[in-house]
């Protein structure tokens, strides 16, 4: 068991290295998730069900949407587009 912990924690130094080094906006996120991921298995290790749940719940569902979608209206507005999902009628007001 210690040595199963011992390896995710391992994996978890390489993940938050890797995110602070990767130069792309979206593997960032995606090692972040996985990152959010097994922290969430490191808490379930440690016998800690209450903090896994939250981890999972924030760390790799609320942050990974809102990093998504901050992605998404990024490229949207690097590309030109001022049209968005849901601003369509913005435009039409103007």
Known sequence: MEAVIIVLLILLIFCAVCVNLTGNLLRAVVIFL????????????????????????????????????????????????AVLPGEEEKEAEE
């Not at 939250?54 to 949207?76: D, H, K, N, W, Y």
Request: proline share 2%; with cysteine.
């Open 34 to 81: 996985a990152y959010s991921s097994m922290m969430c298995l490191v808490w379930i290790l440690l016998q800690s069900p209450d903090l896994a749940i939250t981890e999972a719940a924030v760390g790799a569902g609320v942050s990974g949407i809102l990093f998504l979608m901050t992605l998404r209206r990024i490229e949207a507005e690097d590309a030109g587009d």
